[in-house]
C-alpha cells in the first residue's frame, strides 16, 4: 500500500473535487494525487495566521498492515496495523476531512441552484458529535459566508485552506485551470482572508493542494505562507458517486489508525456523503476509532 506519506512534517496523499476517484471504480485507495510521489517537507516560513504551527514535527509514520493484505494496495480491515509512530502509536484515530470546492468560476452555476455547500452534512457531522476538518477554498466562504462563520466557530469543527480558486498548482490537474505564474501565495493569502472574513474562528494553517497536484515550484511558492501541505491516506471516492454503500466501504477498507479520510462538503458533486458518514461513524467507532480533527491529528 501506499501509506501516507509524511516526511518533515507534511502530509501528503492526493485531493478531493472533480478529481477524486469515485467509489465503486476505484484507484487504489492510497493512490495519491499524480504528482504527489514524494511528499513535500515541511513549508518553512513564518506563520501568516494564528494559532501558528510553530516548530509542529509531526511523527505519523504509516506502516504495512500486518497480516496477509485482502489484495494490492488493500489494507486489511479492521486490522492492528502499527499506525503512527511516537507515544500515539495504538491510538485509534481517525480523522475525516471535507473538502468545500468551489472553483472561482462557479458563481453563475450557483446562482443556478447548484449546492456547492452542504449544510445537511454539516448538521448530520453535529448530530454524530463528529470532530471534522473542512478545507475550504476561499471562493465558497464568499458564496456561503454564514455557513463558513457558523463552521468556523463551532468547536467541533476547524477550516483549513484549500486554496481561493480550485485551481492547479501544477500542471496537468485533472482539467482544472492552472494558477497563474506567481499567484500561488496569493492564492492561499486570499483563501485566508476570505474565510477570516466571514468571522470564522477556528482557522488552522493546514493547505490541501487542488486535485492533489503540486511540484516542487509550487511548494517553494507555499514556503512563505508558513502553511504544512495535508492530503490523506484514504479516498472516499464520494465525489459524484451515486452509491453511499460503495462510498462507506471504501472509507472503511481503508481506515488504518491514524488515517486521514478526504471527502466532499459540497452537496451537488458530493450527493452521497451525508448517507457514508452515517454509515462510517457508527461503523468505525465499533471498531474502537475516535474521531480527531487534522490538527490533533498532527499533534499526535
Ligand atoms: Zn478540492
Known amino acids: 500500500m501506499t501509506a501516507l506519506a509524511i516526511l518533515g512534517g507534511v502530509v501528503l496523499a492526493g485531493c478531493g473535487g472533480p478529481e477524486a476517484t469515485r467509489a465503486g471504480t476505484p484507484a ?3 493512490s495519491p ?3 504527489a510521489k514524494t511528499a513535500p517537507e515541511r513549508m518553512e516560513g513564518p506563520p501568516t495566521m494564528a494559532p501558528g504551527p ?6 505519523f509514520e504509516r506502516r504495512a498492515p500486518a497480516g496477509p493484505a485482502t489484495g494490492p494496495g488493500s489494507p486489511t480491515p479492521g486490522s492492528a496495523a502499527p499506525g503512527r509512530g511516537g507515544e500515539a502509536a495504538d491510538d485509534k484515530v481517525v480523522a475525516l476531512t471535507f473538502d468545500a470546492d468551489m472553483t472561482a468560476d462557479q458563481g453563475p452555476r450557483a446562482e443556478a441552484g447548484e449546492h456547492f455547500d452542504n449544510p445537511e452534512l454539516i448538521a448530520l457531522l ?3 458529535k463528529v470532530p471534522a476538518t473542512v478545507f475550504m477554498t476561499g471562493r465558497w466562504a464568499e458564496e456561503y459566508p454564514d455557513q463558513a462563520r457558523s463552521i468556523g466557530t463551532d468547536p467541533l469543527f476547524e477550516i483549513a485552506n484549500h486554496s481561493y480558486s480550485h485551481y492547479a498548482f501544477s500542471s496537468p490537474c485533472y482539467g482544472l485551470p492552472t494558477v497563474e505564474e ?3 501565495r496569493g492564492e492561499v493569502e486570499r483563501a485566508f482572508d476570505a474565510i477570516r472574513k466571514t468571522g470564522a474562528r477556528q482557522v488552522v494553517p493546514y493547505f490541501r493542494f487542488p486535485g492533489g497536484c503540486y511540484d516542487d515550484a509550487s511548494r517553494k511558492a507555499l514556503a512563505p505562507t508558513g502553511v504544512t501541505a495535508v492530503q490523506w491516506d484514504v479516498v472516499s471516492g464520494d465525489a459524484f458517486a451515486t452509491d453511499a454503500d460503495a462510498v462507506a466501504e ?3 477498507d481503508g481506515v488504518e489508525p491514524g488515517s486521514l479520510v478526504v471527502m466532499h462538503c459540497t452537496r451537488s458533486a458530493a450527493p452521497v456523503t451525508g448517507e ?3 454509515q462510517v461513524v457508527p461503523a468505525l467507532r465499533e471498531r474502537g476509532y475516535r474521531f480527531v480533527k487534522v ?3 498532527m499533534r499526535g
Not at 510553530?54 to 511523527?59: D, I, N, Q
Request: aromatic letters at 0%; proline letters at 11%; glycine letters at 14%.
Open 28 to 30: 487504489p485507495a492510497s
Open 33 to 35: 494525487g499524480p504528482a
Open 54 to 59: 510553530a516548530g509542529l514535527t509531526p511523527v
Open 126 to 128: 453535529r448530530r454524530l
Open 182 to 184: 506567481g499567484g500561488m
Open 250 to 252: 471504501q472509507v472503511l
Open 276 to 278: 457514508a458518514v452515517r
Open 295 to 297: 490538527s490533533e491529528l
